[in-house]
């Protein structure tokens, strides 16, 4: 067995997740540019090997995040609340946040995703101006806040920049919202341009739904993401209220009024489609995208359940995100979404552990505009996830079944090109929760005192 080359680093793991599935005695190689040059197997570890325990997973990716929802965990359930009201003290927060407050948060809110063993997010940004609506001298700088925020905490970030033109259909923008939104799409289109991404940050498109984008201005803004071939994203059918005063205004389904303004394509991903049609899906196949279900949230807003399982067979491609946070789990987003079929369908094994395995990593990633990530292999970014399979809840599992039964608790080493950022369950920025706990204090003591300059 040769040594590594010059800048190459090692690992060596008992059992790993490769593209054919698990595979025993890998030896995985990470080249000086962060991708991975060679993977063998049935290789015993070299002297200079980094050896990681448990089972080896390609980085996992989280493909919708609001960063600065997590300061709401545990903060929006007095007195039950509905989607509405949660979205008020959402409000309230956004009001607040300044570009250094926002560094903060998502810092630590990125620190915790990789020590969930995320290696890439999409970040879904529309928090872009100042506390009312004043486009900041930079109007980027609140990007280039979660830009800052994903190279400390050590992942990389597509950052999905959001059109958000309207409060509602036919609804201007007012309150916090004039912090989300442009006056038009050309507003919108020159800040993205003005974006430049680098190691740490791609450049994505979202539209925020077919209620806070008119229809006359969707088929622009995807214009727009097809002429700089940039992942588009968009919020759909979350809420039976969507679909309502979508029909009440346009007569059809959200679907159907992205379908016809032309958004739907193979670069194009839907977030939540809880409340889709069999029509709808029949629409979202045929146009060979993706769709990334939050089970998290979509249980804590009490949305309903996705029909991940009929959105797979039609040919959507599907992502799992942590959306706003709730938790920072992503084995077990992609485990609920097979336990939601289980209680939609009251039958076992709709998903098979290696399509849930496939949604978490390859699938994120493909959403976020990277086909290669996900895979141990040749030419991928060297992004490895060790889960141990001797703790309490591991303990005596199936490799191939661990999907299933691991937690972000059970992930022990996080490698993201070809760089150790956790290593035994501990990042390298240090306490995570207590830089989670500063952030937070700080962003809802900016809350209690007003709006944010």
């Given at each position: 067995?040769?040594?590594?080359?010059?800048?190459?680093?090692?690992?060596?793991?008992?059992?790993?997740?490769?593209?054919?599935?698990?595979?025993?005695?890998?030896?995985?190689?990470?080249?000086?540019?962060?991708r991975i040059a060679a993977v063998t197997t049935g290789t015993p570890p070299g002297p200079a090997d980094h050896r990681l325990p448990g089972v080896v997973l390609p980085g996992f990716a989280d493909a919708h995040s609001h960063a600065f929802h997590r300061a709401l965990r545990g903060r929006?359930?007095?007195?039950?609340?509905?989607?509405?009201?949660?979205?008020?003290?959402?409000?309230?927060?956004?009001?607040?946040?300044?570009?250094?407050?926002?560094?903060?948060?998502?810092?630590?809110?990125?620190?915790?995703?990789?020590?969930?063993?995320?290696?890439?997010?999409?970040?879904?940004?529309?928090?872009?101006?100042?506390?009312?609506?004043?486009?900041?001298?930079?109007?980027?700088?609140?990007?280039?806040?979660?830009?800052?925020?994903?190279?400390?905490?050590?992942?990389?970030?597509?950052?999905?920049?959001?059109?958000?033109?309207?409060?509602?259909?036919?609804?201007?923008?007012?309150?916090?919202?004039?912090?989300?939104?442009?006056?038009?799409?050309?507003?919108?289109?020159?800040?993205?341009?003005?974006?430049?991404?680098?190691?740490?940050?791609?450049?994505?498109?979202?539209?925020?739904?077919?209620?806070?984008?008119?229809?006359?201005?969707?088929?622009?803004?995807?214009?727009?993401?097809?002429?700089?071939?940039?992942?588009?994203?968009?919020?759909?059918?979350?809420?039976?209220?969507?679909?309502?005063?979508?029909?009440?205004?346009?007569?059809?389904?959200?679907?159907?009024?992205?379908?016809?303004?032309?958004?739907?394509?193979?670069?194009?991903?839907?977030?939540?489609?809880?409340?889709?049609?069999?029509?709808?899906?029949?629409?979202?196949?045929?146009?060979?995208?993706?769709?990334?279900?939050?089970?998290?949230?979509?249980?804590?807003?009490?949305?309903?359940?996705?029909?991940?399982?009929?959105?797979?067979?039609?040919?959507?491609?599907?992502?799992v995100g942590s959306d706003q946070h709730v938790r920072a789990d992503l084995l077990a987003e992609a485990r609920d979404v097979e336990l939601h079929e289980r209680i939609a369908r009251q039958e076992r094994g709709v998903l098979a552990p290696a399509a849930l395995v496939e949604l978490l990593?390859?699938?994120?990633?493909?959403?976020?505009?990277?086909?290669?990530?996900?895979?141990?292999?040749?030419?991928?970014?060297?992004?490895?996830?060790?889960?141990?399979?001797?703790?309490?809840?591991?303990?005596?599992?199936?490799?191939?079944?661990?999907?299933?039964?691991?937690?972000?608790?059970?992930?022990?080493?996080?490698?993201?090109?070809?760089?150790?950022?956790?290593?035994?369950?501990?990042?390298?920025?240090?306490?995570?929760?207590?830089?989670?706990?500063?952030?937070?204090?700080?962003?809802?003591?900016?809350?209690?005192?007003?709006?944010?300059?």
């Amino acid at each position: 067995m040769s040594p590594p080359g010059p800048g190459t680093t090692a690992f060596w793991a008992a059992a790993a997740w490769l593209p054919a599935g698990l595979a025993r005695d890998v030896r995985v190689e990470a080249g000086p540019d962060g991708r991975i040059a060679a993977v063998t197997t049935g290789t015993p570890p070299g002297p200079a090997d980094h050896r990681l325990p448990g089972v080896v997973l390609p980085g996992f990716a989280d493909a919708h995040s609001h960063a600065f929802h997590r300061a709401l965990r545990g903060r929006t359930h007095a007195d039950g609340g509905t989607f509405w009201t949660w979205r008020e003290r959402m409000y309230a927060l956004a009001a607040t946040l300044t570009p250094d407050t926002y560094l903060e948060l998502a810092r630590a809110t990125y620190a915790e995703l990789v020590l969930a063993g995320v290696t890439a997010v999409g970040e879904f940004h529309y928090l872009h101006h100042a506390p009312g609506g004043t486009p900041y001298d930079d109007p980027n700088v609140m990007a280039d806040a979660l830009r800052q925020a994903a190279h400390d905490a050590g992942l990389r970030v597509t950052l999905l920049d959001t059109a958000y033109l309207a409060g509602g259909i036919g609804v201007p923008l007012e309150g916090p919202q004039r912090r989300f939104g442009d006056a038009d799409v050309d507003a919108w289109a020159a800040r993205v341009d003005a974006l430049r991404p680098d190691a740490t940050l791609r450049v994505g498109a979202a539209i925020h739904s077919v209620r806070a984008v008119p229809r006359a201005a969707l088929a622009d803004v995807a214009q727009v993401a097809r002429a700089g071939a940039l992942p588009l994203h968009v919020h759909l059918s979350e809420q039976r209220a969507e679909n309502e005063a979508c029909l009440a205004a346009y007569g059809v389904t959200p679907t159907r009024v992205l379908a016809d303004a032309g958004v739907l394509g193979a670069a194009t991903t839907v977030v939540h489609a809880v409340h889709v049609t069999p029509d709808d899906v029949a629409l979202l196949g045929a146009a060979r995208g993706g769709a990334c279900l939050c089970p998290s949230t979509e249980r804590d807003l009490g949305d309903g359940l996705a029909p991940g399982a009929a959105l797979r067979a039609a040919g959507v491609r599907l992502a799992v995100g942590s959306d706003q946070h709730v938790r920072a789990d992503l084995l077990a987003e992609a485990r609920d979404v097979e336990l939601h079929e289980r209680i939609a369908r009251q039958e076992r094994g709709v998903l098979a552990p290696a399509a849930l395995v496939e949604l978490l990593t390859a699938g994120g990633h493909r959403a976020l505009g990277d086909p290669s990530g996900g895979r141990i292999e040749a030419g991928a970014p060297a992004d490895l996830v060790a889960v141990r399979t001797d703790t309490p809840r591991t303990a005596g599992v199936d490799p191939a079944q661990l999907v299933l039964v691991a937690g972000s608790s059970d992930v022990d080493t996080v490698v993201v090109g070809g760089v150790v950022r956790v290593s035994a369950g501990r990042h390298t920025l240090g306490d995570v929760g207590a830089l989670l706990t500063r952030a937070i204090d700080a962003a809802w003591r900016a809350a209690d005192d007003g709006p944010g300059r």
